[in-house]
């Protein structure tokens, strides 16, 4: 099956909107032109016959929900399209050496959730790729980025690409159709309910637009370098424009990561905090309270029974409806921001099929291009991903535990000093007043006062630093003559002679005299 072969999946049905009549409401209640209310805020909140004038503009909920309900169903359809074109291309595990060790990772716990002793296929399906992407454990997530890292100078790189976004659409859908489906009745309550479905319905035709743009960028043909400039080309020129292409395609698919990136910070993370949070709150609050307490303004005497309240009610309205708006300007802002980068991520990918088409297109003058696709005609490992699920038990061996990764022995980190002992190849500082073990560092010196014992005289072990062989006593030691005098300033001198008897062996050695004075 070709992946370019498409065109059994192409829609060209297009849906048109059908003009709606707008709905003019007028209020059979008089002004009360004498009214304190009516007198004090004729300007600030408008009166019966400014409803009258005032043009509703909207369109039918049952065909709003019509046709959100078709584009939903669409975009499944496409979803599905895409992966069935998907299924049929598997990636050699050998083009580096990454990916294959992620793959093993990934087909060992997957044998031991369903005890199976084999060894693992020689390619990634897209069932595998499925797996990790739902599973996401560690292993899982080096697959996914070390897959996108593989064929990302492929022509079916985008192909992934424009899954992602069907699949990033499908979550805001879900949640628009929670409020639609769920949320409203049979028909609008009141206004607020008409301007929200009136952007529901601008994002189900920006959303059938995206599902077109899909379709035709599957089916349509990159660009090619002419046949007269390839005839002219030499070897050299071709490898050169060969690797500045592959550059060029490295940099465009982290350009188009990232853009998908942003979408789904908008489709999806963000997604259900600003319909939930922020749009389903302003529109129940407005639609249950400040809507009822309006018709009791403009329809009863309640403007002149209670002035105060009315005060009161004037201005939480134009705080209420200006939230409100705020509200409605940030959801069409949102959808203006995502339209333009799903604008940019079309021509991204259309971008990166042109390069990879002008390297296949060389490779027939220059260097062979990789074949990173495994020809396998029957893929007996689907069932096995497909069926796999993830066990969120503590106990589960495919949870990737701290605890239970390979290889912890080993010095990955050479940053850190290990618990039990290591290498420091550095200066290490501290800051003042650091202890270690309880003992300042910075003003180490044994005295005691930092932290660390005194060292005193007797504890120093003289003999240790003598040589283990001492030298022979002498046989007689005598004072021959001495001498005591008092030297200037009052300190005490002796002069002596002694007289050593010394064996003939010890007169050419050095020895050492100690001369210790003992007071009585």
């Given amino acids: 099956m070709s992946i370019n072969n498409l065109e059994n999946i192409t829609n060209n049905n297009q849906k048109m909107y059908e003009e709606q009549k707008p709905d003019v409401s007028f209020f059979d209640e ?12 004729r300007n600030l909140l408008a009166s019966s016959n400014d409803y009258s004038l005032d043009i509703d503009l909207f369109l039918p909920l049952g065909y709003i929900k019509d046709q959100f309900l078709s584009v939903q169903s669409d975009l499944a359809s496409l979803k599905r399209d895409l992966e069935q074109l998907l299924s049929n291309i598997y990636i050699k595990t050998s083009i580096n050496e990454k990916i294959n060790e992620a793959h093993k990772k990934v087909w060992e716990e997957v044998s031991k959730q369903n005890n199976i002793n084999e060894q693992p296929p ?7 790729y499925k797996y990790a992407e739902r599973t996401m454990i560690t292993s899982c997530r080096k697959l996914v980025n070390e897959f996108h890292k593989a064929i990302s100078q492929s022509y079916f790189s985008g192909i992934y690409d424009l899954r992602r976004l069907i699949f990033y659409m499908q979550n805001e859908a879900l949640c628009i159709r929670d409020i639609l489906i769920n949320k409203y009745g049979e028909d609008y309550e009141d206004d607020s309910q008409k301007q929200i479905a009136l952007q529901f319905d601008s994002w189900t035709k920006m ?25 002219k080309v030499t070897k050299k020129q071709a490898i050169e424009f060969q690797a500045f292409f592959s550059i060029r395609l490295s940099a465009i698919h982290d350009e188009s990561q990232n853009i998908l990136n942003f979408l789904k910070r908008d489709y999806v993370d963000n997604c259900d905090i600003f319909y939930e949070r922020y749009l389903l709150q302003s529109m129940n609050f407005k639609k249950d309270i400040v809507s009822p307490m309006e018709i009791d303004f403009f329809t009863t005497s309640f403007s002149r029974n209670m002035p105060v309240l009315s005060e009161e009610l004037i201005t939480a309205r134009n705080v209420i409806n ?12 949102r959808n203006q921001i995502i339209s333009s980068n799903v ?36 893929d007996d490992y689907a069932g096995i991903f497909n069926n796999t699920t993830l066990n969120y038990n503590i106990e589960s061996e495919l949870l990737s535990n701290h ?3 390979d290889n912890l022995d080993q010095d990955h980190h050479p940053q850190y000093l290990l618990k039990n002992g290591g290498v420091i190849t550095g200066d290490i500082s501290v800051e003042s007043n650091v202890k270690i073990d309880g003992v300042h560092l910075s003003t ?6 930092d932290g ?34 008092i030297l200037d300033g009052g300190v005490p001198s002796i002069d002596g002679i002694i007289d050593i008897e010394v064996n003939d062996s010890l007169i050419n050695e050095s020895n050492e005299i100690i001369i210790e004075v003992i007071e009585i």
Avoid at 323 to 328: D, E, Q
Avoid at 460 to 483: K, M, N
């Fill in 30 to 41: 008089p002004e009360s032109p004498n009214s304190i209310i009516d007198k004090k805020y």
């Fill in 122 to 128: 020689s390619y990634i399906s897209f069932s595998e």
């Fill in 207 to 231: 959303a059938s637009h995206f599902a077109q743009r899909v379709r035709q960028s599957l089916i349509s043909t990159p660009e090619e370098i002419p046949t007269s400039e390839l005839d």
């Fill in 322 to 333: 200006s939230n409100f708006g705020m509200i409605i300007s940030d959801l069409i802002q």
């Fill in 343 to 378: 604008d940019s991520l079309f021509k991204l990918i259309e971008t990166k099929k042109k390069y990879s088409n002008y390297i296949s297109q060389l490779s027939l003058v220059g260097q062979s291009k990789p074949i990173i696709v495994a020809a396998i005609k029957k």
């Fill in 403 to 405: 605890a239970s990764l």
């Fill in 444 to 449: 180490h010196s044994h005295s005691g006062s």
């Fill in 452 to 485: 660390s014992e005194r060292i005193r005289a007797t504890d120093i072990d003289y003999d240790s630093a003598r040589s283990e062989q001492r030298p022979e006593r002498p046989s007689l030691i005598e004072v021959v003559q001495y001498s005591v005098d």
